[in-house]
């Protein structure tokens, strides 16, 4: 799983949730189009999707297991959102578009992609007001986008909790304080509190691994905004390791897979502007890289421990580089040193016979 998802709207690059495609809009200037890329096979390969007219640089694009692209506009007063996909009809346009509906763009209204929904085929939208925030299935239901949730409060972020596309995350602001809680989209969207480290903390949740339980967060309950790891459901403190203590470090991809076993999954960082980082909790090591070339600034984990890094350059427009965890280094050696046991306490001496100094 990448990540279960961004804490933030879907990266320029976003992965379906099986790892099977992925789209971007690609161009440049006012000339850009959605573009899906086949990212599992032995060889990513892309196809463009274009329309008659070129999508705004607003539009957002995400990418479904089923090979269809998920594209959201903003069209005038509305956010209409469609599915794209390669169109087989020997005339006409290249790109089959099927529309799904829209939602109102009401006054200081702000709608944006959630991450895939871990099914493959249902996708969100969060509509942000002034006091409420709505989840919208916009994809994966029948009649138009319909009304999943609403959340009390300023919300941000977005990561699925599950495998079922149910439980689902999202950072709350209530009076001046933002707190991650979970939203039952099972159940109409009850909402139950997630992580509530310091009563005065603001803490959000940036990713999550649902087969390990490990958590991704950021909060500043160490009196400052530190990345930090938790697992859902247990008892134990968030840890706020010294080696996460990065400038402008932000979790991307989670390693899958891991069933119970926190500690053992691999964590991948965007560091700055062109820095890539690894990481495991088990390891109290940071490994630090160069972006490779071209880099998208997402990707995926495999199972097996294998980070697939989508890039695009002129000569490769249509590229993945892979990295492995390094090992992490051996523990220090101990050297044993023979220590004498102490001597047998002193005989207590009575308090006539004790001396003055």
């Not at 390669?86 to 209204?109: F, I, W």
């Amino acid at each position: 799983m990448s990540g279960g998802g961004a804490a933030s709207a879907p990266p320029a690059f976003a992965i379906s949730a099986d790892g099977a495609y992925a789209a971007r809009l690609a161009g440049q200037g006012d000339a850009l189009y959605p573009e899906r890329w086949t990212f599992d096979g032995p060889e990513p390969y892309a196809v463009p999707l274009p329309l008659a007219q070129p999508e705004e640089a607003d539009s957002e694009v995400l990418a479904l297991a089923d090979g269809q692209v998920l594209i959201h506009r903003r069209v005038a007063d509305r956010h209409a959102f469609a599915l794209l996909y390669p169109s087989g009809a020997a005339a006409g346009p290249r790109t089959g578009e099927h529309q799904l509906g829209s939602v109102e763009a009401g006054e200081g209204l702000r709608v944006r992609l959630l991450p895939p929904s871990p099914d493959g085929c249902g996708a969100y939208a969060l509509a942000v007001g002034a006091e409420e925030s709505t989840v919208w299935q916009v994809a994966g239901c029948s009649g138009g986008p319909r009304r999943a949730a609403v959340v009390p409060g300023r919300c941000s972020g977005g990561v699925w909790l599950d495998r079922a596309g149910r439980l689902l995350a999202l950072d709350r602001e209530v009076d001046g304080r933002t707190k991650a809680v979970a939203v039952d989209l099972g159940r109409g969207g009850v909402v139950s509190p997630l992580l509530q480290i310091a009563e005065d903390s603001d803490d959000r949740l940036l990713l999550a691994a649902p087969d390990s339980g490990l958590l991704l967060i950021r909060s500043d309950a160490p009196g400052e905004p530190r990345l930090g790891w938790g697992v859902l459901g247990s008892r134990r403190p968030v840890r706020f390791p010294e080696c996460l203590r990065l400038e402008d470090a932000h979790p991307f991809a989670v390693q899958p897979g891991q069933v119970l076993m926190p500690e053992t999954c691999g964590v991948a960082l965007r560091v700055g502007a062109a820095g890539l980082a690894l990481w495991r909790p088990a390891d109290r090591y940071v490994f630090r890289f160069g972006a490779p070339a071209g880099w998208l600034g997402s990707g995926r984990w495999t199972p097996d421990g294998r980070l697939r890094l989508p890039c695009a350059t002129p000569e490769v427009p249509c590229g993945i580089v892979s990295l492995s965890q390094p090992p992490a280094p051996p523990p220090p050696v101990r050297v044993r040193v023979r220590v004498d046991p102490p001597p047998p306490p002193a005989r207590p001496v009575p308090l006539q016979q004790a001396p003055l100094r």
